[in-house]
């Protein structure tokens, strides 16, 4: 099957529409996109890849594109192959942000804006634990709106790596842990940071952070704190089996959760051009995880 190929300023046969169509942010919440250091742009821009034929229909965990490679010859990223991407200077904002119009992060953080203005919170107090951190793009919109102290956590050194590289500065720490078993160390340092907020933006789901990660970094945020989260509308159905569905689900009908904000937003494309829908969920810990 023949892809589409995206030229080196993200513009491509039948793509240039696409990236557009992006979530609004909330009414009233004016959030600047940061500006990116001139080398991850200059890298940004001077890749090309391709994507599979629009009408090639591939599930979220198997989506793919080809990337033309230093040598010449074009390499295949499985899209969850995030420590080959990560290795890939500009290519992770190259796929998901210029070709696919990701947005989730920006829209998230407007989110969290407008609602920390309801009640009155300036964001400069919050401490975030980051989950799923990646190369640091949560953290830039967050600095973005005055938040001054925000912890990484990936399961992969080769985020950390990238967010060192692309995003310096922006995390006052940034570990490397699997928090399904996180060492005693670990979980100390994590918790001398104070953390008041957690962040998980398109990282829940697809074996990337399973229900007992997710349970351990809320454990992790104080009494009352706010929980900001993305999830594939899929897992928080009745007929879900990834764990997702009840825990949370559970949490915000027991009230542990209380949510003050909830949209159902596009994520982003999929590589055929159709939407991705997540849910976006602003919330107050008040209680422990159902389950």
């Known amino acids: 099957m023949a892809p589409t190929a995206v030229n080196g300023t993200g513009n491509g046969t039948?793509?240039?529409?696409?990236?557009?169509?992006?979530?609004?942010?909330?009414?009233?919440?004016a959030v600047p996109a940061p500006p990116l250091p001139a080398d991850l742009q200059a890298a940004r821009a001077a890749l090309r890849l391709a994507l599979p034929e629009p009408n090639s229909?591939?599930?979220?965990?198997?989506?793919w594109c080809v990337v033309a490679e230093p040598g010449g010859a074009w390499g295949e990223y499985r899209f969850h192959d995030y420590d080959r991407i990560f290795q890939v200077p500009g290519l992770y904002e190259k796929i998901f942000y210029d070709v696919l119009g990701c947005d989730s992060p920006r829209f998230?953080?407007?989110?969290?804006?407008?609602?920390?203005?309801?009640?009155?919170?300036?964001?400069?107090?919050?401490?975030?634990?980051?989950?799923?951190?990646?190369?640091?793009?949560?953290?830039?919109?967050?600095?973005?709106?005055?938040?001054?102290?925000?912890?990484?956590?990936?399961?992969?050194?080769?985020?950390?790596?990238?967010?060192?590289?692309?995003?310096?500065?922006?995390?006052?720490?940034?570990?490397?842990?699997?928090?399904?078993?996180?060492?005693?160390?670990?979980?100390e340092t994590l918790a001398g940071h104070r953390l008041n907020a957690l962040t998980v933006v398109a990282a829940l789901g697809f074996g990337d952070i399973p229900p007992a990660a997710f349970r351990t970094a809320y454990d992790l945020v104080e009494p009352d704190g706010w929980v900001v989260l993305t999830i594939k509308d899929a897992f928080l159905e009745e007929t879900d089996t990834s764990g997702f569905g009840g825990m949370i689900g559970e949490s915000i009908r027991s009230g542990a959760l209380e949510v003050v904000r909830r949209e159902r937003f596009q994520h982003r494309l999929a590589t055929d051009a159709s939407p991705l829908l997540y849910e976006g969920i602003v919330a107050r810990k008040r209680g422990a995880l159902a389950g």
């Open 57 to 63: 229909k591939f599930s979220q965990d198997d989506e």
């Open 108 to 187: 998230m953080v407007g989110l969290l804006s407008e609602a920390l203005a309801q009640a009155g919170v300036p964001a400069s107090t919050l401490r975030v634990l980051d989950l799923g951190a990646g190369n640091g793009i949560m953290a830039e919109e967050l600095a973005a709106v005055g938040v001054e102290h925000a912890v990484g956590v990936d399961i992969l050194t080769e985020a950390r790596d990238a967010a060192l590289r692309d995003r310096p500065g922006l995390y006052a720490d940034y570990q490397v842990a699997d928090l399904t078993r996180l060492p005693v160390g670990q979980r």
């Open 14 to 29: 039948g793509r240039e529409h696409e990236v557009l169509h992006r979530a609004p942010a909330p009414a009233g919440v």
